[in-house]
């Protein structure tokens, strides 16, 4: 064990978090410094100062991050379409690298050698904090108590922080919920629990931020959102800043029963893992991005833009936000986008989205004087598809001739 | 203008082929043999005998192709979790390599030398027919009547029909339509009219084979499927045929608001195109197969099919099923499949299709003694994470020291 | 046929193009304005201008275009390690590009309508030059004699030399080849003729560009290779422009008997045809590449652009280098090369090329106190391996104690 | 440490591993059975028993595999002209899975609870034992002496041989070269030493395989290769195995100064290695199997092959030849295969393989009457390229007239 002077550590105010902030001063009789973040959890962060400064830390960070959040990160994921196994949103997964990257920022401004987290050595968190910070700071140190400490069971953690005083009542909503939870901007997670066996369905009072499709309104809401270079500018014509499009979306969601999820997915770690999450604003984001780029973008960008989109989303959800294959990758997503201008209007009704409608006044390349059933006046050819037709087949034929057989 | 002395025509029993049928004989002066399948467009095939013979027809081909139409072109590409361009479940472009098969198949049996069809020149119909008849049958001709006739209007149609007393009645139901469908078991498809301007929402009473979410039922209807090597051979415990399988999904579907789509579209022949969709049963298979899959494949499996599924995808929307390159890949995800059984419980409700639990009794890889928040009795030692992590992040810490920048 | 006022047209000056200046006239009764440019074939552009002007051609364009060829087009490519199907360094395929991209800025210049090329329409290069023209310049006509005329054989076609009084003396050189050839900085081809067996061996003399190896000298040459961010800047030592670069490679290359290929490739029109290449600068550009990133380029960065590659060097070699998609990938690749910078040390002998040094002096990613086979001091601690190991294992342990079977 | 009562060691009959030997039965006090292979690394390993008996081995595994070797790993292998990093034959990845499986195999034969391997900490081959041994036997351990043990320096590995008796003049061959070496029928390779500093050109005398390129033979020599689904089955129409067929490519290939390279790759666990590597055989397959593809693979095919190709060999190097992806990948490959029929002739020359060339009697796509630049009697319509090139361009048309710009 390397001695630490000083740790710069994620610390969400809660009781987990709390007890490492001790056993880190007491394991490496280090100074530690607490940073909590706002990326809209939903939960006040101002009252960790207090418990940090319980605790003796005097370097406390506490930032609200949501706007950098949503336009650094959620954002440019969204123009690349990202989703893990056809399904995942990424939730978790973006919000890390914007912690991991605050974390080493700290550490070199007030000097620490370390930084720590509270994630545990089964997960995918602790990679993606881990490589961030090593990719940003390589020469950090990091400590990750849960995989050091033997308080492995929720006894031995009481038991920790009675003999430490550490106030176990500090850390109150989120212990009535039987799951691990996590939650930013763009989602909760729920895992652990019943949801260990995937055959057994989520009740509902699990969910805390959508209501559930029977109790949302009977009446479909229509909205309509405008782009700009593949990012959401407005809702029904209002400017928004990005935190403030997701935070309304999320709304909108939530109250049409938008967003739920349930999944088996496939942890970088190697095992799979069961786990629900809601994603009400997201979930409105996926399609409509797609309809604006339906519009807007040309096909063969929209094709190879499909065809790495699932090496993205591995990336982003192994952990590799911080690297020069993402930031390449991030280029070439980037460089398509440039036309996707538009709005797409969207009925949300009772846990679905549907796109109904999309425009854009200067990109958009339907052009409906070629498509037309109807006459198009000489706009196409269709004499033309022969042509591209047999010469497209003339491989098939030539191959056919000689014998082989494809049926 | 080649010698034609017998075409095989793909012989829907509306106006247009009807059409097609005395353009042939006038044009070509050669014998037309038609052949009309049943592949679950919901409309009687046999009534296409009688109009075949009044126009004097000899050969008559009225086929059921619908559990061979599910069984070896459907249910391979679910297999795939095939998607194109992030939306389309690829109703249409399935059902034409069986099409194209079986009008060659046709044409060798009836010593015919050409096959034709109603497909326009503007479409992909066009290129899916072709293209399969050349691979199979690489001596074919094809007569594609709408590049080459000049009825490009109704009403010089509705002259020919006069002049050549072709009764204008026979086509009925779908006339009622301003659009224009196409039907099969997998799906039914709009285009045209109103919905040339994307923005337009489709007015409720297009869609013809589900209720609108609002309509559907208040309470959500639940349903367990059974899946053996990938294939849906089972619902609530009943064992049905793959035709069965479908037709009750789109019962379930329908009845439960379930499988509307609207987008725009990106045509091989290299326009963009407005179509609206009804999959009922196909919007609840993906999700369905995802599930299983999520349970019973390995990760990297599960990546290496994403990875390719654009392109196979890709491939049978742009008319390729017959190819060696589609065999190849399909002989890929078939060998994925082996161990994808078990079962899938889904509540649909308004429009919406939530996978809620999956379980397999010999082939899950979800371990929850390794996954488990609670102590794992040593079965995944938390201290391997930090190897895995080191290593992973050693490339990018080497860069980081020769002062690479990431952020 | 629509109304021609004014083409450009892509005159080598040779008797093919020639006869087409004349053919333009007559059957379009149009003017014509001669493009000629020197992107490196190794003839004099410099005496089309008589010719031009003897068959009454009025604007005349004669450039030489070889520094923008290489910089701008060979060295972004190679960049990419662009290789056609494993073999074919694409020299024909980037010089097209550039000549398309002419044709319609002289189009507009002289307000011309059309441009026109002398490539047939069973090749790659009347794709090339068309989409090329059609991306930049949509509304743009293009006419392609080869396509149109009756002019098939060489017996016609020197029928109407005499007809229309064109001098055939004039191209002199080239006819004494039977192969028909085409020649840039990158690169010269050969096809037709004998090498229409694949089986028969090109004839020693065939070969223009490089001795044979047999014919090299006894004695290695060694080069070094300078690069700033992927191109190569320097010959040892000495500062170079891009086409000097090229030029002096080639000339090494030659000496050495380097470059030579012969290959079946498949058309995009859809049939093999056989070719026969000298790149002797590009077969030593490309190992050399590879070398100076194989020590400055991160891994994943590099698999990313060996994963992108083929879909890169396929829409090259079909012609897609004016597309969304292409400049996309590019905007990828050009993102990755930033750090290659340093030096490659080469062996030329005898028609084969070695790498046997490359060095960096900032951005090197070889830490030699990490892979050394000696003591390293702690650098990298063995024992991370173990974890390493067991995680990347786990989910096949998981899956064979399953009874999965892998062997 | 948990109790381990016999392991099964991968035993060259070397120093290192029989030093392995004795530690292994001192450290754990369990037995060791001692498996040796001759997979054609050019030694003998009937040696090996002796010296294990010597030690006190009971169950001693000596088996000759080098049919297996080839067929069963370097052909499958070849069929996909997998490359590492573009250039790396994957010659020691190729050798590790069969070890692992027969490792397993013997520790089922013999009741023995794990296995044991030389491999150091720091290199990709403990990677490939481990994941394999994993992937097929789930249970095993496995112990890697160089991970554990503190014997990492020569003087130290040398006083733990006199203290414990073992013969230390019993390596020798190997011991005279400063290099890490490693040799199968398929490569030898050299790291370390000088090698790392990769500006050092290797010295003659370190190459063992090859003659240099300039001691070669002045005269060419000629072969013809025949296949058969994609392997190579007969010399100058001799039949050979699998095994003689790579053993006298090696002759061929060494007299002729060719296969050597010289790289910088990147190792699995996350650093940059230099290698010097001879591949004679290997060398001359690569290319004479991609000829024997291009006269018989269709064009996409043979895309789709080298699009996956990558990603093939990225999965052999880092270990997962026992793996689900890894089976999948070779179902599409190996469908591909079936027409890889017919002969290659090749000239070797002084370190350079050339193609010269190819044919098929049935199985070849190359139409030569539709190829041809002779008139082609209609075989092929030029004006159909019209429409193919119309059709393609029409999306980059649109896109150009709303004014987007690529240039």
């Not at 881990?130 to 400490?149: N, T």
């Not at 909108?252 to 994603?279: A, F, H, P, Q, W």
């Amino acid at each position: 064990m390397s001695k630490i002077n000083k740790v710069v550590l994620a610390y969400s105010g809660g009781l987990d978090t709390s007890v490492i902030v001790k056993w880190l001063q007491d394991t490496y009789d280090c100074e530690v410094v607490t940073f909590t973040a706002d990326i809209g959890q939903g939960e006040e962060v101002e009252p960790a100062r207090a418990k940090a400064e319980a605790m003796g830390v005097k370097e406390i960070y506490i930032e609200d991050l949501r706007e950098e959040f949503v336009r650094d990160y959620v954002f440019p994921m969204f123009r690349a379409n990202a989703i893990y196994e056809g399904e995942y949103l990424l939730g978790t997964s973006i919000a890390r690298p914007l912690i991991a990257k605050r974390l080493v920022e700290i550490a070199e401004e007030t000097g620490a050698d370390a930084i720590s987290h509270g994630a545990t050595g089964k997960g995918n968190d602790q990679v993606r904090f881990e490589l961030g910070a090593y990719a940003l700071a390589p020469g950090i140190q990091v400590i990750a108590p849960w995989r050091e400490w033997d308080l492995n069971s929720r006894e031995k953690l009481m038991a920790y922080c009675e003999e430490r005083n550490i106030p176990v009542d500090f850390s109150n909503k989120k212990k009535k919920s039987p799951y691990s939870m996590d939650a930013n901007l763009l989602h909760i997670s729920y895992e652990g629990g019943n949801l260990e066996d995937p055959w057994w369905e989520a009740e509902e009072d699990m969910w805390r931020w959508s209501v559930s499709p029977e109790a949302a309104p009977d009446q479909a809401t229509y909205i309509t959102l405008g782009f700009e270079k593949g990012d959401i500018v407005s809702i029904d014509g209002e400017t928004l800043s990005p935190a403030d499009v997701l935070t309304k979306l999320n709304k909108l969601g939530g109250d049409n029963g938008i967003g739920r999820l349930d999944i088996v997915e496939n942890r970088y770690v190697g095992m799979k893992s069961r786990g629900c999450y809601e994603t009400p604003g997201g979930t409105i984001m996926l399609p409509a991005h797609r309809a604006i780029e339906s519009l807007t973008l040309d096909r063969e960008s929209a094709h190879l833009k499909d065809s790495v989109m699932p090496k993205y989303a591995e990336l982003l959800y192994n952990g590799y936000w911080w690297s020069p294959e993402r930031l390449a990758l991030q280029k070439l997503i980037d460089a398509t986008q440039e036309h996707v201008n538009g709005e797409v209007r969207l009925k949300l009704y009772k846990g679905s989205v549907t796109v109904v409608g999309r425009r854009s006044d200067n990109d958009s390349l339907f052009d409906a004087s070629i498509a037309t059933f109807e006459d198009d006046a000489g706009a196409y050819d269709q004499k033309d598809a022969e042509g591209f037709i047999k010469l497209n087949a003339l491989r098939l034929r030539i191959a056919a001739k000689t014998g082989r057989k494809l049926s």
